[in-house]
């Protein structure tokens, strides 16, 4: 009875580890406290969804956010998007999880804009500074794909413009074949009625592939340039979803 009993508990302890090990965190909403700023940020977004009058929205991590920074794409921001009703919910450091988090937390609600423009994932890619991945591409994959279908669901009038992940690194960075990858499977969603997928990220890259700091200082986020750069390359695909 007794080797039952400890076969049995072991048998247990070893497929919870097996599948605490198999956990896709990229699937799992959660939510943040790092930046301190990142729930007053979310119950910000929660307050101007609630107050409507959003026609486009976008949504996503730092690139996102840095729409409205002054070295940013602000003044490409004022000329395109301010216009057509546009509001952007973009926090750093975000990662898939956090923005779903916050699409079953108040950000999508009392809204009903024509097109949202989804830009997330860059942090999921690559390693921890420990060296492990933080997802795997599979996993990346898995957790857009969950993101835009928790979008449908929610906004079931509105269009999704996924972007693929922008280029980021050096040419030679790995984070540079894994965006590859995840981009080739995320053009799989676009359904050529609600849900369109653009990669625009040759359009950032010189012919050599290399990634100019004129366009991404950091080798990450664009500034008035790359801005300028996104919004040219979308513009028409962006216009006509919004009619």
């Known amino acids: 009875m007794k080797q039952r ?3 049995f508990a072991f048998a247990l302890s070893l497929f919870l580890a097996v599948t605490a090990l198999a956990e896709n965190t990229a ?4 939510p943040r406290t790092f930046p301190t700023n990142w729930m007053s940020s979310h119950e910000a977004f929660v307050k ?7 026609d486009l929205l976008f949504l996503g991590d730092s690139i996102t956010a840095g729409w409205l920074w002054d070295k940013g794409g602000l003044n490409v921001w004022n000329k395109y998007y301010a216009p057509r009703h546009a509001a952007e919910f973009g926090i ?3 990662r898939i999880q956090n923005v779903l988090w916050r699409t079953r937390h108040g950000e999508l609600d009392g809204i009903k804009p024509k097109v949202v423009v ?7 890619a690559g390693n921890e500074d420990n060296g492990k991945p933080r997802n795997t591409t599979p996993e990346i994959i898995e957790g857009v794909t969950t993101l835009v279908k928790e979008l449908r669901a929610r906004l079931p009038d509105s269009k999704v413009l996924l972007l693929g992940i922008f280029p980021r690194g050096e040419t030679n960075d790995p984070v540079r074949v ?5 981009n080739a499977q995320l053009a799989k969603l676009d359904d050529g009625k609600m849900v369109k997928f653009m990669d625009i990220g040759s359009k950032f890259l010189g012919p050599d592939g290399t990634l100019s700091r004129d366009i991404m ?8 340039k790359g801005y300028q750069i996104w919004a040219d390359a979308m513009e028409g695909t962006l216009a ?3 009619k």
Request: net charge negative; proline share 8%.
């Open 5 to 7: 009993l400890f076969t």
């Open 27 to 30: 699937v799992i909403p959660a």
């Open 48 to 54: 101007q969804a609630k107050q409507g009058g959003i």
């Open 92 to 94: 750093g450091y975000d």
């Open 118 to 124: 989804l830009l997330i994932g860059t942090n999921n």
């Open 178 to 182: 894994q965006v590859k990858e995840v």
């Open 217 to 224: 200082p950091d080798l990450l986020h664009p500034n008035e």
């Open 240 to 242: 006509g979803m919004l």
